[in-house]
């Protein structure tokens, strides 16, 4: 719910922006801004894959032999999310706690 209240705020102040650029130009002043927003996702925040815990990734290596880490995620509560790929090309999202037991999110 948080993430559809961000994207349509984020949206909105979009429209905003362009509306206020195009009367600007046409007037002369040309006014470029640039933001840049962080957005958490359920307030997970991307880490180096060489950060996540051994225990970790020794149960990666227990559960799914085959798999690759693409990406992981952890939050303030030490959970991570990962992202696995498989041989053929296959993606899935795991999450385990700090000692490599998973969890059901």
Same mark, same amino acid.
């Given at each position: 719910?948080?993430?559809? %209240?961000?994207?349509?705020?984020?949206?909105?102040?979009? %429209?905003?922006?362009?509306? $206020? &650029?195009?009367? %600007?130009?046409? #007037?002369?002043?040309?006014?470029? *801004?640039?933001?840049?927003?962080?957005?958490?996702?359920? !307030? %997970?925040?991307?880490?180096?894959? #060489? $950060?996540?815990?051994?225990?970790?990734? &020794?149960?990666? #290596? =227990?559960?799914?032999?085959?798999?690759?880490? &693409?990406?992981?995620? =952890?939050? !303030?509560?030490? $959970? @991570?999310?990962?992202?696995?790929?498989?041989? !053929?090309? =296959?993606?899935?999202?795991? @999450?385990? &706690? *700090?000692?490599?037991?998973?969890?059901?999110?």
């Amino acid at each position: 719910m948080k993430t559809l %209240f961000l994207l349509g705020a984020i949206t909105l102040g979009g %429209f905003t922006v362009n509306a $206020q &650029d195009a009367l %600007f130009s046409e #007037s002369g002043i040309v006014h470029n *801004e640039v933001n840049t927003i962080m957005v958490k996702a359920n !307030d %997970f925040t991307e880490i180096s894959v #060489s $950060q996540v815990p051994q225990p970790v990734m &020794d149960a990666i #290596s =227990t559960n799914f032999p085959s798999a690759n880490l &693409d990406k992981a995620y =952890t939050n !303030d509560e030490k $959970q @991570y999310k990962l992202v696995l790929s498989l041989e !053929d090309g =296959t993606q899935g999202t795991v @999450y385990a &706690d *700090e000692n490599g037991n998973w969890l059901d999110m």
